[in-house]
């Protein structure tokens, strides 16, 4: 593409539109490409600051919204941080249809399904329904998480089993400088949050047990498994828990752990649903980033080989289409694949 505007530094976001549109949000810009990466909209967003990826709605609506985090060290200016202002572009000009404001700041993604956007804020989850023409604050999801001395804020949300589950205690990522070990902040150990998103219940479980506890990224749910796994990367430990069937009574809570491992993981995971394993990473400061797939069911390892990253990723990474991913770091793209 040619060179696109940007703005304050955060992880950013893109996806393909229904259209065939490539769709970007970095900085506080948004932007509409070709499949050929040509330039097609560009949109300046309110705010100074980084505005961190999107959400795209059935309709094909994309809700953003500004990262309300401190900044990394490389940004000097951006505005201060103040509550979440979700923001609703129509997806060919870029346009801003509506806008919403939130209680408090959010430092997570967006989650959506359906309609419903859901934002981490920094104490509580929030919901808002997307009507087709107006984002309305849901006042019925009263679900606060931060119920502890000494936690901190969640990161993003996966949706699934009648419930939100994300993980908490994750400040202190701006200062990253190779990996997330030593970058913890929080004075009680991360948890695996769960909120049920019909009465609001949220249900905390430690994931290391250990101080110094940090995340980045959301944790990984296979509903047809019935686990999710979560992680700590400021400890190098990965946790695999077993939860109940959202229909039965109880729903989908944690009923207990499946497996645990010693991995210095700090990127989305991948789930391969039909082959029943997860796509983890390994960072080593001398030998650097390793993809390690690893079966759901039971925690054993069954390959893994190093990326070539020398700084352990903690962004997102991209399935493929035939067993096989797109690993990110900030310094290398690597694809993987099982022979």
Partial sequence: SPDLPGGPTWPGGMAVHADGSLHV????????LDPDTSLVASRRLPVERPYNSFVTLPDGHLVTKPFGGPAAPAVTRQDPVGPAELLVLEPVGLEIVDRLVLPEPSVARLSASGDDVYVVGDTALHRARWDGGRLVLDEGLAATYRSLAGQTFGWD????????????????????????????????PLHLVRVDLASGAVDLHEVSGLPGGIVANPPALDEDRGVVVAYDSGNGRVVAFDIGDAA?????????????????HGSHPLVFGESGEILLGDHDPATGEHAVLVDLATGEEAARVATGSPVQSVLFPAAGFARDAYLVSFTTLTRVFVA
Avoid: K, N
């Fill in 248 to 264: 039965a009574p109880g729903g989908s809570r944690v009923v207990g752990v499946r497996w645990a491992r010693d991995l210095d």
């Fill in 25 to 32: 949000v970095f900085g506080r810009h948004a932007h509409r």
């Fill in 157 to 188: 949300a996966v949706i699934g089993t009648d419930a939100a589950w994300f993980l908490d205690d994750g400040a202190g990522t701006e200062g990253y400088a190779g990996t997330l070990r030593g970058c913890g902040r929080s004075q009680v």
